[in-house]
């Protein structure tokens, strides 16, 4: 086994909606859109994380990454068969704990299985947990991206699903989440600076929110994420919920990189403001 211990940037965050006194936590809308922001924010943060420590684990196959001999948290070490350079088995350990960019704190493991290099076609990597937590909520389920190549536009595009997704909340509280997403590479890819990387979000996602109730995430205007960016800057997703008249549509704004948002449910608007980190809102 070789081990790398190395920092991973990851430019993802957690999101929280705020609210103001006369919002109630029980109000749907809120509620709803609370839950997806959330658990959009937990996913995505891993998509970051295992797709840094590739890069750091190419950087030290070629000679270019740091050394083995500096202690840093957390540490990637790598497994692969002794008669082929594939799969590779590459986990990414942060121990009791340990806080990274943007104040988020992670603990646990999380394990990757790759196929091949993740710029070529058709590589696929697997990713699981082992008691992996971010802030205090636990992580759980399997994740899967495949590298589709380059589509009519030449950009690179992934195929991401996630099973048996769920994180659960530092007071008990359940989320559940399926989901087929494809991931396009929008910028960044012909550069080594990771932070000028922007992404294109599509797809569907089913699951159970914290109250027990069944939801689905359609992204109806693509979504793009840039890493330099803590929050998504652009791009609406509808939010429809059992029980629930009217579906809820998110609205992350037109490219600004910033804090706000915009809720509509029923021909009403509410702005929104996405904070850094998850806390439950105890509003009256």
Do not use: H
């Not at 989440?177 to 960044?188: D, H, I």
């Amino acid at each position: 086994r070789k081990k790398i211990n190395v920092m991973i940037a990851s430019a993802a965050i957690l999101l929280v909606i705020s609210c103001s006194k006369k919002d109630s936590l029980d109000d749907p809308a809120i509620n709803l859109a609370e839950n997806d922001a959330v658990t959009e924010a937990v996913f995505d943060d891993i998509f970051n994380s295992v797709d840094d420590a590739e890069i750091r684990l190419e950087d030290y196959l070629k000679g270019e990454g740091k050394s083995a001999e500096v202690e840093t948290c957390p540490s990637v070490t790598f497994d692969r068969p002794p008669d082929s350079n594939w799969p590779k088995t590459v986990t990414i350990d942060y121990g009791t704990g340990c806080t990274g960019f943007y104040d988020n704190t992670r603990s646990g493991k999380i394990i990757i299985t790759l196929t091949g290099p993740r710029l070529e076609e058709g590589s696929v990597k697997t990713v699981t947990f082992d008691n992996y937590y971010i802030n205090g909520i636990k992580v759980e389920g399997t994740k899967q991206v495949t590298n589709l190549g380059l589509n009519d536009d030449q950009k690179m595009e992934f195929s991401l699903t996630l099973t048996g997704g769920k994180i659960t909340l530092e007071d008990g509280q359940v989320i559940e989440r399926s989901f087929e997403r494809q991931r396009v590479w929008m910028a960044g890819k012909e550069t080594p600076n990771i932070w000028d990387d922007e992404f294109q979000i599509t797809g569907t996602a089913t699951g159970v929110n914290r109250n027990g109730t069944g939801y689905t995430n359609t992204i109806i205007t693509p979504v793009l994420l840039k890493r330099s960016c803590r929050f998504a800057v652009s791009g609406v997703i509808k939010l429809e919920i059992e029980g629930l008249a009217e579906p809820v549509e998110l609205d992350y704004g037109d490219g600004e990189c910033d804090a706000a948002a915009v809720i509509t449910m029923g021909g009403k608007s509410k702005e929104i403001t996405l904070r850094y980190r998850y806390t439950l809102c105890n509003c009256r």
